[in-house]
């Protein structure tokens, strides 16, 4: 399939630093298509003077940025989500091309990135601090909400575009500037993004995009460098363990959006055919490649058979090829490394006893990377596929006969970042929504994120909330003025 940028401009092939694409003399690396492993582009390393040179611009446009009022940020904020939609359509071809997700969810992702921007330029004008009651008459307490300073994030491949503005929004709506390192495998949407930062007159410095495979170094320095007040990232929780150490050197702010191992529970009295939609919205986006993705399917026996029967058929009529291709409905996995993971996955469920139903492989006609839908049966707790998140198109069942056999399944992991549940009953909804150990619950529902809601888990998925009212705290220090002498 041929693609056609209407904006050549848009593609871009070195960091964005102060205000410029520069590219550095540290060679290049490749960006393929996981569709075909064609070359979509040569992006330019970033080198660690480069890195410096952004951490000093970001410290140079914090102290003006800050001080810009907040009906400027928003205002700003919104002619760059304007303009994101205005080239909805580029910045969805360029996704596809990098990430391999169909072109219907890369353009639904470029809209739901951009709702993070018009969501937190409305933000900006409500950064309000306190005036509070002192507990002497001669007192007055004063309380300002202030920008925690320059922010850096690193971000990861599976939502190139909203992982991204999940933070920027926040944080330049809040007053701070704001440098990220995207994935090495998703660097174009980053650097469109950038483009269209220029475009739209963000400060030089106040929005600026490291582009790289020398992971380590980079973050080395975005985790330890005291001009950074802030941390935030998106990826995996063995990641985010090392990150968050990084930086405990500076007692740097942070926020961590890690892995997850999502629950998905039908209980006997659930409508089954809604389950059925919600469990196909809730595992197959984006190919089962994304946090929120359900990683364990659990069902009442009374009603397995009947809900397996219309599982399969569902499953089985999804259209797997390749992003570009307008039927779309799974699209390849990242890369080789992913496909062998979901392979040992598969092999050590099969091994333990667990049951083939769909799928199982790979479709060698489409290509290395386009891993069947597939659905496994009778799948155990100590199996490694209920342990690990599978990042991939793999349903794994599990029978289970009673309420607390089914909230102990779903408590049984480290991570806690979404689960979901089908009942009618309204006693059985909030007893198991308060008895589950999650930071988000989809009840009777399979598609929850949305920029209204507070994003983000317990346990070992993350540390605070992306989104919402309480998104732009994360990016705010509170400061307590107390005004004395006053009697
Ligand atoms: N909770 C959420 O909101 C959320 C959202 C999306 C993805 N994720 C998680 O992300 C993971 C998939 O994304 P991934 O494969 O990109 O994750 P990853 O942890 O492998 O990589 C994430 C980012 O970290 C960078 N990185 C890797 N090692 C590094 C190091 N030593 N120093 C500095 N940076 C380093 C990568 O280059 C990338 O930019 C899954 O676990 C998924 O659950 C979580
Ligand atoms: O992969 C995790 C992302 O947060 C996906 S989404 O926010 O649910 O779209």
Not at 313 to 332: E, H, I, R, S
Request: some cysteine; hydrophobic content about 50%; glycine content about 8%.
């Amino acid at each position: 399939m041929s693609y056609t940028l209407q904006d050549q401009a848009l593609l871009k092939h070195s960091s964005f630093i102060q205000g410029q694409f520069s590219p550095a003399f540290a060679g290049h690396f490749a960006v393929h298509n996981p569709a075909d492993g064609s070359l979509v582009a040569l992006v330019a390393q970033v080198d660690s003077s480069q890195v410096q040179q952004a951490i000093h611009a970001a410290d140079q446009a914090f102290a003006l940025w800050r001080e810009t009022p907040a009906a400027q940020r928003a205002a700003l904020l919104r002619r760059w989500q304007a303009l994101m939609l205005q080239h909805q359509q580029d910045l969805a071809i360029l996704l596809t091309l990098e990430q391999g997700k169909s072109l219907q969810e890369a353009t639904a992702e470029i809209a739901y990135g951009a709702s993070y921007v018009s969501w937190f330029a409305d933000e900006a004008l409500r950064m309000n601090g306190a005036v509070l009651p002192a507990l002497q008459s001669s007192q007055q307490i004063l309380v300002l909400k202030e920008p925690v300073g320059v922010v850096s994030a690193i971000t990861p491949w599976n939502f190139p575009n909203a992982m991204i503005l999940r933070k920027a929004a926040a944080a330049l709506a809040a007053g701070c500037s704001f440098i990220v390192k995207p994935s090495e495998l998703t660097p174009l949407s980053a650097l469109a993004l950038a483009e269209l930062a220029q475009r739209a007159g963000l400060p030089s410095g106040v929005f600026q995009v490291l582009v790289g495979t020398q992971a380590a170094m980079i973050g080395q320095h975005l985790t330890s460098d005291e001009r950074i007040a802030k941390f935030s990232f998106t990826g995996s929780t063995a990641v985010g363990k090392l990150l968050l150490a990084q930086c405990a050197s500076t007692v740097k702010k942070v926020s961590m959006e890690l892995g997850g191992n999502a629950p998905f529970i039908v209980f006997d009295d659930a409508d089954l055919d809604a389950a059925v939609k919600g469990l196909m919205a809730a595992k197959f986006r984006n190919s089962g490649q994304t946090c929120v993705c359900v990683n364990r399917v659990l069902v009442h026996s009374a009603v397995y058979e009947s809900f397996l029967a219309k599982l399969v058929k569902a499953t089985a009529a999804l259209v797997l090829a390749p992003g570009l291709d307008p039927n779309c409905q799974l699209g390849p996995l990242i890369n080789q490394a992913a496909v062998d993971k979901v392979h040992r996955l598969l092999d050590d469920a099969l091994e333990q006893g667990a049951e083939l139903l769909l799928g199982g492989t790979i479709d060698a006609d489409l290509g290395p990377l386009f891993f069947q839908p597939t659905i496994l049966a009778d799948v155990t707790p100590d199996m490694a596929v209920s342990q690990q998140e599978i990042f991939g198109p793999v349903l794994a069942l599990t029978v289970f006969d009673t309420e607390q056999e089914a909230i102990e399944l779903a408590n049984n992991s480290p991570t806690g970042l979404a689960g979901y549940f089908y009942s009618q009953s309204v006693a059985r909804v909030f007893r198991v929504a308060k008895a589950l150990q999650l930071g988000m619950v989809g009840v009777n529902e399979g598609l929850i994120s949305n920029a209204a809601a507070p994003f983000g888990g317990v346990k070992e998925s993350g540390l605070g909330r992306e989104g919402s009212v309480y998104g732009l705290d994360d990016y705010c220090e509170l400061k307590y003025l107390c005004l004395g002498g006053l009697s």
